[in-house]
């Protein structure tokens, strides 16, 4: 089987229709949502997502209505029915179905749907680099909160895209600071010291991220600095990568054209991205 799909409580093919015209997603972006990956049969560090999850919920005051035992089983059940050994899988809850007011509709019962699908990690891209471009960051300000409101990020993917690049770096007008990519974090790396922007609403708190700063750069004996930085600082690193589940660690080796070190994937990115499949190996191997 190459997907398969969940929705309230009953796993169905990805084309059935069932989501309500006036369900709150549908309607306000009015909901959050997580992404996996599935490696060997077994999902990777799915208990930093689903506390992620839960942060994402209490912020936009989505009730809980699915105990995370509950949702490591769904996840456990759509690998195991849908036989897929290698893959992402993609879960959101919003709010609900109500009459579209603006304001939070009372006794609400969130609605959850997830969908696995066969999917690949880009290793041709680990092992080359990507290009990447600068697009201005023009998201709301609770970047922190991984809402299924993502505009701004579509719209600067898409700009990469026609620009033949594979991520968008983003930055704020107002302070000509980088925050992160438009579905990743950032990294640079200047004088082997790993260079990130810290944990504040203008960014996401990545699982990846976290994964490399807490056990990765350790174990490396890599320091961190992390703190905001320009374009033209970031030009200037010796190297580029960013992290996402999706992505894992993929180095960047041009920014807008502008060569990012020596144009390759740099042996401190390398590094990181050894142990991280080394993490993975031992939890899903």
Known sequence: MKELSFFDGTFIQTNEKKVCIEDRGYQFGDGIYEATHVYNGKCF?????????????????????YMDE???????????????????????????????????????????SMTMRQSDIHSDWQETGIHAVLSEDIRWLRCDIKTINLLGNVLAKQHAHEKDA???????????????????NLFIVKDEVLWTHPINNFILKGVTRSILLEECAPQLGLPVVEKAFSPQFALSADEMFVTSTSMEVTPIISLEGTTIGKGTPGKVTQKLLQAYHVLVKKECY
């Not at 930093?48 to 942060?55: I, Q």
């Not at 991520?167 to 579905?183: D, M, P, Q, Y």
Request: glycine fraction near 2%.
């Open 70 to 112: 509950e949702l490591r089983a769904i996840h456990e059940d759509i690998i195991q029915k849908s036989q897929i050994k290698d893959g992402s899988i993609y879960f959101q809850i919003t709010r609900c179905t109500a009459p579209r007011v603006h304001y939070f509709p009372e006794k609400v019962i969130p609605h959850l």
């Open 45 to 65: 560090a799915l208990e930093r997502h689903l506390k992620r999850c839960r942060r994402s919920m209490r912020e936009l005051r989505i009730p809980i209505t």
């Open 166 to 184: 594979q991520e968008a770096v983003l930055f704020r007008k107002e302070t000509n600071l980088i925050t992160e990519g438009s579905s990743s």
